[in-house]
């Protein structure tokens, strides 16, 4: 039995250590806060994917094709207007005339990592296809199910200034997204450094840490990150108080306490733990949940207002020690 154990425990203790190292070269390659590559780290082992609600110009494609290089996936990127067919993004049918039939061309959509810019920007239709492949997996076309990668992830962005010509995600299409994530402005040495010699390290792509094979297994650790029944029993307690609150019109459902489960094990991971901690869940509270929550009255759409309701929750909730 221990035989066994301790190959598995070292090269858990080596997939850690690429882990760290993966974190390291994406901070060097984006200046930002660091939470926020644990958090997208965090969510690509979880098979979660990301909604990132940022302004232009604080490095959104720089993360994600960073990310996407030290993982060792494929990467590709959509940039979504308001003519955007759902052909566009998923692939069709091309006739081959050679051949005289048709053949199921894919989109940029069969990709490992995919970048979506304004996911807003896209009209329903195409939102609908879009996330309707993210959550099954696979694209539907001429009657055959073309399946995607087992690793796909998405990073959608959406301004939240400019609002013409939009289509806000509903509800139960923000349900979809493990988590939601503003990157906010760089500090000011960061900020000095983008104008002095980081040129230097951007022309030195970042290069791959980790391999597909080697996310798949750190993806199946992820399941075994213990999580205590009384950490679990917290969580339900949370999302059933965010249901019984009248000032929330749409609470947490079972699926939003089965991503935050998910995601504070993943971040135990990246953190180079094998259990989950109290701290754990309140950091990931708000990334996981404030884009599901609904309020009753007033600032339906203001996340901040989410934000109060849940905070407020979590401090007259007994943490378990």
Not at 175 to 181: E, M
Not at 274 to 279: D, L, T
Not at 289 to 297: A, K, S, T, V, Y
């Amino acid at each position: 039995m221990d035989s066994k154990a301790e190959p598995h425990q070292d090269n858990l203790d080596h997939l850690l250590s690429l882990l760290e190292q993966a974190h390291q070269s994406l901070a060097r390659h984006w200046l930002g806060d660091d939470f926020v590559i644990e958090l997208l780290l965090a969510s690509v082992i979880a098979k979660g994917h990301v909604l990132v609600v940022d302004v232009p110009g604080v490095g959104k494609t720089t993360l994600a094709k960073g990310m996407a290089r030290v993982l060792g996936l494929d990467f590709n990127r959509v940039q979504f207007t308001n003519d955007i067919l759902p052909a566009d993004v998923l692939g069709g049918a091309v006739y081959k005339q050679n051949e005289g039939r048709f053949e199921f061309s894919p989109g940029p959509i069969f990709t490992d990592f995919l970048l979506a810019d304004e996911i807003n920007r896209a009209p329903t239709r195409s939102q609908s296809a879009f996330l309707q492949a993210m959550e099954e997996g696979y694209v539907a076309a001429d009657g055959a199910n073309h399946p995607l990668s087992d690793l796909f992830t998405v990073i959608a962005t959406q301004n939240p200034i400019d609002f013409d010509s939009t289509n806000p995600l509903p509800e139960a299409q923000l349900d979809r997204f493990l988590t939601c994530i503003s990157l906010g402005y760089p500090s000011l040495d960061s900020e000095l450094h983008l104008l002095g010699d980081y040129a230097s390290v951007v022309q030195e792509e970042a290069s791959a840490v980790l391999n597909k094979e080697a996310l798949r297994a750190l993806r199946e650790s992820c399941e075994s990150v213990f999580l205590h029944a009384d950490l679990a029993r917290y969580i339900i307690a949370l999302a059933r108080t965010t249901r019984e609150d009248e000032s929330i019109k749409l609470g947490i459902s079972p699926r939003g306490a089965m991503h935050l489960a998910n995601a504070c094990k993943a971040y135990a991971l990246v953190n180079g733990r094998r259990q989950v901690s109290p701290e754990d869940i309140q950091k990931l509270i708000p990334p996981v949940w404030n884009h599901r929550l609904l309020p009753r009255h007033g600032r339906d759409s203001d996340s901040t207002h989410a934000h109060e309701l849940m905070q407020a929750i979590v401090e007259k909730t007994p943490v378990p020690r």
